[in-house]
């Protein structure tokens, strides 16, 4: 009887560095330092920083560092308001052109806030909608309550919990389970193989989206990475962590160089742990 072929392991997830890590230094300042660190690639936050917006100039900073853009976090945010129109589905579907032409496989999309109603009322479907017409994957972020002394506010629609809509494709952000204070291993598992796309960093459980270095909280940010091996994972993990405390830009780095660390320690844990690897 023949022995069965030995499994060969599939490659390890890509780590990327969110632009939004080097906050408030530059999007183009985020190319240097992940290729000076080692990152993979990055994922590209779309915000008031006119490069981030700029499809050429992007170009030319991934070529110039060998440095490629894994994913384009679309203009969601509060402050990101009027960046690429007031028109919702107009921001995604530049979101999806940027990804297209600078080869990016992913779009990070918020649900909509909750005074957005024609945008929330029609979100699930116009997502799968937008999703059939193009294979760059549109990954849903799972959000948070907003918080205020002992009020709380539901300020998503439909929900902050995106695992009660039906996507094809999810993100999830272990600083928004932290901000949520809801279980971050039952909402990952209620994503299934659906879980595209990897926010990391950590939280304690504030009121406010700590985004704090991978290890630094309460978040099993170890335990996800270590049970990608086990899963179908073929997505990215994007270091995306708050460095606006920094002293200096020495330190920024070393915060991001230790996240680069942290991740590529565990997914090699995990590789190693694998079945696939087991003699």
């Not at 000076?36 to 936050?45: C, H, K, N, T």
Request: proline letters at 6%; glycine letters at 6%.
């Amino acid at each position: 009887m023949a022995e069965p072929r030995p499994q060969t392991p599939r490659p390890r997830p890509k780590v990327a560095l969110s632009t939004a890590s080097v906050y408030p230094e530059s999007t183009a300042t985020a190319f240097e330092i992940a290729a000076r660190l080692g990152y993979d690639g990055v994922e590209v936050m779309v915000w008031t920083d006119p490069v981030s917006q700029d499809i050429d100039a992007l170009r030319r900073l991934s070529d110039h560092h060998g440095v490629p853009v894994l994913a384009i976090h679309a203009p969601c945010l509060l402050i990101t308001q009027r960046v690429w129109s007031t028109d919702p589905w107009t921001k995604l579907r530049r979101a999806q052109s940027a990804a297209e032409r600078l080869g990016a496989g992913t779009v990070v999309v918020h649900p909509p806030f909750r005074w957005q109603r024609a945008y929330s009322r029609d979100f699930v479907a116009g997502i799968w909608r937008m999703a059939d017409e193009t294979d760059v994957r549109f990954a849903v972020e799972n959000m948070y309550p907003w918080r205020y002394r002992d009020r709380e506010m539901l300020a998503y629609a439909p929900e902050w919990d995106v695992t009660k809509d039906d996507y094809r494709h999810f993100t999830v952000d272990l600083s928004h389970t932290a901000t949520a204070r809801t279980d971050a291993n039952a909402m990952i598992d209620r994503m299934g193989d659906r879980l595209a796309h990897i926010h990391l960093a950590d939280g304690n459980g504030s009121a406010k989206d700590e985004h704090l270095v991978p290890g630094r909280g309460t978040q099993p940010c170890a335990e996800l990475l270590r049970g990608l091996a086990r899963t179908s994972f073929d997505g990215h993990v994007v270091i995306e962590v708050n460095t606006r405390r920094a002293m200096s830009s020495a330190e920024r780095e070393a915060d991001l160089g230790e996240a680069l660390a942290f991740t590529r320690q565990h997914l090699a844990a995990a590789t190693s742990d694998s079945p696939a690897r087991r003699p």
